[in-house]
T-cell receptor, first 115, second 113 residues
Framework: DTGVSQDPRHKITKRGQNVTFRCDPI?????LYWYRQTLGQGPEFLTY????????KSRLLSDRFSAERPKGSFSTLEIQRTEQGDSAMYLC?????????????FGSGTRLTVV | AQSVTQLGSHVSVSEGALVLLRCNYS??????LFWYVQYPNQGLQLLLK??????LVKGINGFEAEFKKSETSFHLTKPSAHMSDAAEYFC???????????FGTGTSLTVIP
């Protein structure tokens, strides 16, 4: 069990550029979640996958955001035409279906700074 | 709808003193409750959880929390603070039928030597 891995750890981008983040969940976990955490706030739900299916999306996930989990393993989160308000920590978490009471396992996050 | 409120965005305690971090929840059905800890530039680590059964739950690093339905609270305590406890603490709620967690705004714990 190598935990949840996120790449990159830090990303600085100019406003208007596209960025893509990757998350590798714990291998046996079939659920994968994306959360966004801004300074001084708790994580806010963005979206989650069960296997390769994206089952729920938050209203926070504007049309500039897209997430995929093509083979039910790793996931990518892409932000197009980044804005300064997108600056945040993007956290990925995974869990096993039916074991919700165990909570999530979080990755270390990708910190995005839009300049 | 579910939500949590963490009272006190900053708490300072002396090393060796009692730690008390407050969390109140709102849920229309029995909730699952969690406390997570976050160190700078890190993800969140699960401290402890309440799902069903015993209302006093023990977690890692000497922390414990008590689920009080009548008070809709799930406060986190530790008898004696260590310097290594300095971090951000988040309370979270979910439903046994739900898929997303709702986090509080966090409490930053400072431990004074």
């Amino acid at each position: 069990d190598t935990g949840v891995s996120q790449d990159p750890r830090h990303k600085i981008t100019k406003r208007g550029q596209n960025v893509t983040f990757r998350c590798d969940p714990i291998s046996e976990h079939n659920r994968l979640y994306w959360y966004r955490q801004t300074l001084g706030q708790g994580p806010e739900f963005l979206t989650y996958f069960q296997n390769e299916a994206q089952l729920e999306k938050s209203r926070l996930l504007s049309d500039r955001f897209s997430a995929e989990r093509p083979k039910g393993s790793f996931s990518t989160l892409e932000i197009q035409r980044t804005e300064q308000g997108d600056s945040a920590m993007y956290l990925c978490a995974s869990s096993l279906e039916g074991y919700r009471g165990r909570g999530y396992t979080f990755g270390s996050g990708t910190r995005l700074t839009v300049v | 709808a579910q939500s949590v409120t963490q009272l006190g965005s900053h708490v300072s305690v002396s090393e060796g003193a009692l730690v008390l971090l407050r969390c109140n929840y709102s849920s229309s059905v029995p909730p699952y409750l969690f406390w997570y800890v976050q160190y700078p530039n890190q993800g969140l680590q699960l401290l402890l959880k309440y799902t069903t059964g015993a209302t006093l739950v023990k977690g890692i690093n000497g922390f414990e929390a008590e689920f009080k339905k009548s008070e809709t609270s799930f406060h986190l305590t530790k008898p004696s603070a260590h310097m290594s406890d300095a971090a951000e603490y988040f309370c979270a709620v979910t439903l046994h039928t739900g898929n997303q967690f709702y986090f509080g705004t966090g409490t930053s714990l400072t431990v004074i030597p």
